[in-house]
């Protein structure tokens, strides 16, 4: 399966595609940010964003799309610009009909990691030897937002496994 | 001018048109709230009040767009898809040219009421009296996106005549 994780920022949002199912080697498909400049009015920004999402669905055509989840308790000073992008994010998804998973920071380092408290080096590292790369992703939102689509494919597993299994139970998952 | 007023929420998304001018009587076109069901997913949510904002756009036509600037001190519960809500109100507006601005509830409870610091009951019935109507709109927020709407066109015509002046001095706006 082919997933887009988006780490949401007005700044800078993360993409990143990844290739594979769970047991076998993952690939990096493509890795960037979208970037929108501060002097530009907050809805103009997010228009950038939305655009540049759309793109990348357009060019990359995910099976799902993976968001990072964000909690108000976060640095206050730009969580509301983040907010924004993140439901941009799940809207461009959601309108093509595309299964959108939120995932929080601590499970997408756990699945990484090994570790819900990983640093962000850390991140970057298994990132980096997950996908076989020469270095780390950067920026960091760049290395998440692989992070995010290399979880979507660990976790998603995993549930497939479960549904499967209660399916075989007689159970509809 | 005609002018939508939006007070974004997940559950209530407040949506009122008001036509008008600064100094002459304002007219109510329309108000209502766009709902979406806590048991939806998020993303679907969300394209619920994409395609809401973007059929009162269509029917409606206004001439701009105002949204209620929300804030990261504000009820922590529901803030995050407040957030997303507004960033959704940003984007349909923007993504059409329309010119887009941010009021805070402070700006809009003074711009109706003359107090900062009017309770709900306060703008509805002065949202009530500006625009001769027979009871407070319903729920709040529809009475909150007619509030906004309003001051929308008070404020813009006293930049308009600002702008004027400065024009007729010689000097760019």
Redesign the interface.
Known sequence: MRVLGIDPGLTRCGVGVVEGSVGRPLTLIDVNVIRTSASE????R??TI?RGLDAWLDEFQPDAVAVER????SD?ST??GT??????A??V???RGLP?A?HTPSEVKAAVSGSGRADKAQVGAMVTRILRLDAPPKPADAADALALAITHIWRGGAQARIDAALAAAGRRP
């Open positions: 009015h907050i809805a103009q997010l228009v939305e964000v909690f108000a308790r206050s969580i509301m907010a924004q992008a993140s439901g941009i799940l809207v998804a959601a309108r959108v939120l």
